[in-house]
Structure formats: structure tokens, C-alpha cells
């Protein structure tokens, strides 16, 4: 495998204010130019062109770091590796309604026909935690990871395979000459770095992954009519450890949807607060049918225990005077 380890990049601070700090690191870098060339003794190789640019900005708990690049070489896989120094039994990859815990260490496989993958996938985050401290990837778009059974607590990260599309050997057709998975030309990647105390729970990784992923939009509106004061939230949420899935109008249109889910390994006991009256709350089903009703608080508050690994949906009903989202 070829790295960019050792190597002497260019590296300029481009930005430096007391709102945030920049530093941008320019690689030339020699790559073979295709799967081929890479198994010969002397191969042909191509210069790639690589800009790393990290953001530190005031009060972020994360760096931010964009990577640029011209790809020009064929059938390869490139990663940005994050020597975490971490001595890490598992990481924990963000999946569907879930935080996946798999193992660092390796098993002995070297009698097995087939070996197997260390590749795993991930959604917005992925965390090591070495049993005080942790360090999680947060991720915009990237979708692999592998937490590299190393001295240095490797996380990588995949930006790009590239290989030549070909029919299975059966059919013997070579479309090799169609270049759209090769990756070729530029590429843009965002993603964050961000160092914690305790487990991605307490380090609350997944909250600062869709601070990250999501950030706040701007937008312009005419005068409205309202009682509302500067500081009302739509929806409270007593404890963070719960995971918000969707909010939507109710199929059949009575009412409102909320689907929540709990990613952890314990219940969360959860108070949740509504900017509106309710007249009824159901637990239902994924079909939206009520399962159980569940007891209001104080005309606007409901009280929630969510065992560990659960996904859980509500039918929310506002009193006729409170209707809160646009019928039409």
C-alpha cells in the first residue's frame, strides 16, 4: 500500500481571527496508475493533487476537515487514517435505529477458506472508546469505516474505491472501458474529528454528529400573527440519549406522528414537553394503529420509558384549538 506518512506536504495557516483558526495542507502525491502498473517492479505512476484544509472554530467541540483531490489513477481504494492512540476493545458505528458495537481485535482466520471483511458501514459517526476516553469520525456523506487492530488505534476511513465495471466471468463481457467507476477526476469529502470524555453516550457523539450533519438554515419570512416568545422550543426533550426518527402528519389525518428510537444499551426514562395542547397520545405501531394510550401531563407533557434498542411511534392528537402544522 502507498501513505502519505513521513511525507512533506505544504502547510500554511490561511486564517487566523477570533472566530475560527485554518490551516491547509497540500500534498503531490505519487500514485501507480492502475491495478497493472501497481504489479510491476517500475510502474508508471501519476501525480494527485490533494488539499486538506482543518477549521477550529470558537467554542466547536469538533475539527472540521475538507479534503480535496483530482483522482487520476485507476482501480484503488483511499482512505484517511486517524492514528487515534487509543487502546480500544470495539468501536461503535451509528447504523439503521441503532449503535453497533463490533469488536477491534481480530480473530486467527488463517484456516479459513474465505476471510473475512473488516469494512463496516456507518451513517453519520463512528466512535472508539478505550474505557475513560473516546474519539469519534463524524461523517458527512462517507459511508465505510475499519477500526484497524494497530498500536496507534487506527480509525480509516473510506473516501473512494474505484475498480473496473465487468460482467461476471460467465458472460465474458469487459466493459472496462466505462470509466464511472473508476472515481475519476475531482473530488470534495467532508468530515470532523471529534475527541471526548467517556463512551460516545457520554461523550454525546450523536448529538454533536447531527450538529454536524445538520446545521442551522436561515430563512426569510413575512410578518406573522402569534403569541410565541423568543425562546419556545416546538419540542422538548428532557433527557438527549433519545433519538428523534421523524415527525409527520398521521396517515389517515388525525392527528400527528413522532417516531422515536433509543440506541443505547439501557431504558431512558424520557419527559417530553409540546408547544400545544393535546387532547389524546397513542403508542401505535409502524402502520400508525393505536396500541396503547398514553397519559398526558399538565395538559402538555407526556412521560416515556424506552427499553434499550427500541423503536417506538406515537399518534399525537391537538386539541381542535391548538392544531399546530398546516392542513393543507
Known sequence: FYTTRNSNPEIDIVEINPLRQIAEIRYSWELPKNLEERQKSNPKMLNIPIKVKLTLEKDSRHLKIKIDLENKVECHRLRFMFPT????????????????????????????????????????????????????VLVSGLKEYEALDDEQGTLAITLLRSFDYRIPVASMQDYSDH?????????????????????????????????????????????????????????????????????????????YIIRLYNPGKTEVEEKIKFNFSLSDVFLTNLEEKKVNKVTIVNDNYIKLKIPSKTIQTYRLIPKKSDQVIDNK
Open 85 to 136: 492512540g487509543l487502546n480500544a476493545l470495539s468501536s461503535f458505528g451509528e447504523g439503521q435505529f441503532d449503535v453497533v458495537e463490533r469488536p477491534v481485535e481480530r480473530k486467527n482466520t488463517s484456516d479459513w477458506i474465505e476471510q473475512p471483511m473488516y469494512d463496516y458501514p456507518m451513517h453519520h459517526f463512528v466512535d472508539l472508546f478505550d474505557g475513560e476516553k473516546g474519539a469519534a
Open 179 to 255: 470509466k464511472g467507476t473508476q472515481c475519476l477526476g475531482k473530488q470534495s469529502y467532508k468530515l470532523a474529528f471529534y475527541p471526548h470524555k467517556g463512551n460516545w453516550q457520554a461523550g454525546q457523539v450523536f448529538r454533536e454528529a447531527m450538529l454536524y450533519n445538520y446545521e442551522p438554515r436561515i430563512v426569510q419570512t413575512g410578518w406573522g400573527e402569534g403569541c410565541l416568545d423568543n425562546n419556545s422550543s416546538f419540542i422538548e426533550f428532557e433527557s438527549e440519549q433519545i433519538i428523534t426518527s421523524a415527525l409527520k402528519k398521521a396517515e389517515d389525518g388525525n392527528g
